[in-house]
C-alpha cells in the first residue's frame, strides 16, 4: 500500500513539476509582453492622480478665498458706522493740517 502511494506520488510531480515550469514560463512571457502596457497604464493613472490633485488643490484655494471675503463682508456690515465716522474725522484732520506744497525747486 506504501510503495502504491509513493508510486502516486511520483507520477503526480514527473506531471506536475514540467506543467508548473511551464506555467511559470508563459507568465514570464505574457509578463514580458505585456510590460509596456502596464507602464503606459500606471503613467495614465499617475498623469490623472497628480492633475486631480492640482485642481483640488486650486478649488480648495478658490473656496477657501470666497469664504474669507463672505465672513469679512459679513464682519465688516456691523462696523461700518464706525468706519464712516473715522474717516469722517481723518478727512477733517487732513483738511486742518495742510503743509505747504513744497516749490518746484525742492527736492
Given at each position: 500500500m506504501l510503495g502504491l502511494?509513493?508510486?502516486?506520488?511520483f507520477v503526480g510531480f514527473v506531471l506536475l513539476v514540467p506543467l508548473m515550469i511551464v506555467g511559470l514560463a508563459l507568465r514570464i512571457a505574457f509578463g514580458i509582453l505585456l510590460l509596456p502596457f502596464k507602464l503606459v497604464g500606471v503613467a495614465l493613472k499617475l498623469t490623472a492622480g497628480l492633475l486631480a490633485g492640482i485642481v483640488g488643490v486650486v478649488l480648495g484655494a478658490a473656496a477657501l478665498v470666497v469664504v474669507l471675503v463672505a465672513t469679512g463682508a459679513l464682519l465688516i456690515i456691523p462696523f461700518l458706522?464706525?468706519?464712516?465716522v473715522a474717516g469722517g474725522i481723518w478727512l477733517i484732520w487732513r483738511l486742518a493740517r495742510r503743509r505747504p506744497s513744497p516749490?518746484?525747486?525742492?527736492?
Amino acid at each position: 500500500m506504501l510503495g502504491l502511494l509513493l508510486l502516486v506520488l511520483f507520477v503526480g510531480f514527473v506531471l506536475l513539476v514540467p506543467l508548473m515550469i511551464v506555467g511559470l514560463a508563459l507568465r514570464i512571457a505574457f509578463g514580458i509582453l505585456l510590460l509596456p502596457f502596464k507602464l503606459v497604464g500606471v503613467a495614465l493613472k499617475l498623469t490623472a492622480g497628480l492633475l486631480a490633485g492640482i485642481v483640488g488643490v486650486v478649488l480648495g484655494a478658490a473656496a477657501l478665498v470666497v469664504v474669507l471675503v463672505a465672513t469679512g463682508a459679513l464682519l465688516i456690515i456691523p462696523f461700518l458706522p464706525l468706519f464712516i465716522v473715522a474717516g469722517g474725522i481723518w478727512l477733517i484732520w487732513r483738511l486742518a493740517r495742510r503743509r505747504p506744497s513744497p516749490g518746484l525747486g525742492a527736492v
